[in-house]
């Protein structure tokens, strides 16, 4: 039984770990230095804001314009993004330095990913291996030209959530917003195809507890073709080969552990004797969640069981 002394010792010592944990955390951000503060915040003026002002010679006066709204950027979002340190002409020409900005910029072609991370390898992330997954996506062969990296991972704001963060719900919560970003918005979606974007709520009708299902998985965890050899598979499938067998995920051999707890399987597979702890840790799916142990128990109290009764049954009978 826990004594109150205890209980306010554990309190404290609660306590004073979320003031370490968080007093680190600041300590690490007032340690960063923005190199590029100053610069893009010439670019920042007019993209950080919903309207933007520029001096009309003609008319003699000062106009105040609505900005595009796939133009604005959020500075709290992009200074905590993955590219928090770069400067905008790292991606954008110098010529944009100029305002009004000059027309023939439009026909320029913006840099893709590869065009940096060509030949960058961590671990089992290869980027031209993602290229080539993204390249046999209905992503890819559907919409070609038109669908970029950027459509889902806007450089701007984009940060790497799923290898960093041990919270999976919030990994999850992120994740999906991507997807629904586009797949939930009728403006984004209709900007590279031309039908009316389908109702996600109602396409998936036949999810049972849709709304639990949304909050415990992500959305590539039934439209994405698995790979064992990625740390994320970029294969989105056509509707027609999305999972849809309880099975897949509710089994000893979850789908989940080579996806969504791919990155935690490897360090708690075997904790506590469960073979899907990396589960057990952050949700409970029936039939997922075994323990190996347990259930050798439950098969030997079974037989003794069957035995017992045999045995029973058999001395009856040689009685009578």
């Not at 993955?82 to 027309?103: L, V």
């Not at 009728?186 to 389908?198: A, G």
């Not at 740390?231 to 067998?245: C, G």
Request: include cysteine; charge should be negative.
């Amino acid at each position: 039984m826990i004594t109150k002394k205890t209980r306010a010792f554990l309190l404290l010592a609660a306590m004073m770990t979320t003031f370490i944990s968080a007093w680190s955390q600041d300590e690490a951000e007032e340690e960063r230095v923005y190199d590029f503060a100053e610069e893009n915040h010439q670019c920042f003026k007019c993209h950080g804001h919903k309207t933007f002002y520029y001096f009309n010679e003609n008319m003699d006066q000062q106009i105040r314009e609505r900005m595009n709204p796939y133009y604005i950027i959020d500075t709290v979002e992009y200074y905590s993004s993955n590219h928090w340190n770069f400067s905008c002409f790292d991606c954008h020409s110098y010529d944009y330095s100029d305002f009004p900005h000059p027309n023939e910029l439009r026909m320029e072609p913006k840099p893709g990913c590869l065009d940096c991370h060509g030949g960058d390898d961590y671990e089992d992330l290869s980027w031209e291996k993602i290229d080539e997954e993204f390249q046999k996506s209905v992503h890819s062969t559907k919409h070609s030209a038109d669908f970029k990296c950027s459509m889902c991972h806007d450089p701007h704001t984009y940060k790497v959530n799923a290898r960093t963060n041990e919270n999976i719900k919030e990994t999850i919560q992120y994740d999906n917003g991507i997807c629904l970003s586009c797949h939930a918005d009728i403006n984004k979606y209709q900007l590279i195809v031309d039908f009316v974007n389908p109702n996600v709520l109602e396409t998936h009708q036949w999810l049972p507890n849709q709304a639990l299902h949304w909050q415990s998985v992500r959305c590539i965890e039934c439209h994405v073709e698995m790979n064992e050899d990625m740390l994320i598979a970029h294969n989105v499938q056509p509707k027609e080969k999305a999972v849809r067998k309880c099975v897949e995920c509710h089994s000893e051999n979850s789908l989940l552990l080579a996806s969504l707890y791919k990155y935690q399987v490897k360090e708690r597979r075997n904790e506590l004797g469960f073979f899907n702890a990396a589960i057990m840790n952050n949700s409970y799916i029936i039939g997922a969640n075994r323990n190996y142990y347990l259930n050798m128990i439950s098969l030997i109290l079974f037989g003794m069981v069957v035995l017992g009764i045999g045995i029973h049954a058999t001395i009856r009978i040689i009685k009578k």
